[in-house]
């Protein structure tokens, strides 16, 4: 009896440790991608424009708000966005955020900063691996033309 019990006491003594060395394995990051862009308003709910990857890769960015409220000066909207790859291939998500209106007296819109949290949804099969991972964009808009620059990030 006392031979059964040291066999499997030393049989879990080794699982633990086997389970020890396991979770103790490094887990390699993921490096996060941060490409710019620049885009133009159409008018409607749109935006439209081109953004370059850190490899000089160049996309077509398309911006669309779905839901938006306004208070004051400040707008909080949901939007959906695609990129699509001029070398083949998409990203596309989802991404929720405030846009603050800088206005001077009489009304009159003088461009605004925004900032937006989301998560990747959906990509081609280059780009499968950032299907949930979060996405950060910041930028801001012009009061000429409606045009913006921003930061678009992958984390």
Do not use: C
Request: overall charge negative.
């Amino acid at each position: 009896m006392k031979g059964i019990s040291k066999r499997v006491g030393v049989g879990l003594l080794s699982m633990l440790f086997m389970l020890a060395l396991v979770s103790a394995m490094p887990v390699e990051a993921k490096v996060p991608l941060r490409w710019e862009g620049t885009a133009t308003y159409d008018g409607m709910v749109t935006w439209n424009g081109d953004i370059i990857r850190e490899d000089g890769g160049h996309g077509t960015l398309t911006w669309s708000s779905l839901d938006s409220v306004f208070l004051s000066n400040v707008q909080h909207s949901s939007s959906s966005w695609r990129i699509d790859w001029d070398d083949d291939g998409y990203i596309e998500g989802t991404a929720e955020g405030t846009w603050v209106y800088n206005v001077v007296p009489h009304d009159y819109f003088y461009g605004g900063d925004y900032v937006y949290n989301g998560k990747v949804t959906g990509a081609s099969s280059d780009w499968a691996d950032l299907v949930g991972r979060k996405v950060h964009i910041m930028g801001h808009v012009s009061p000429w033309w409606w045009t913006t620059e921003a930061v678009f990030q992958i984390n």
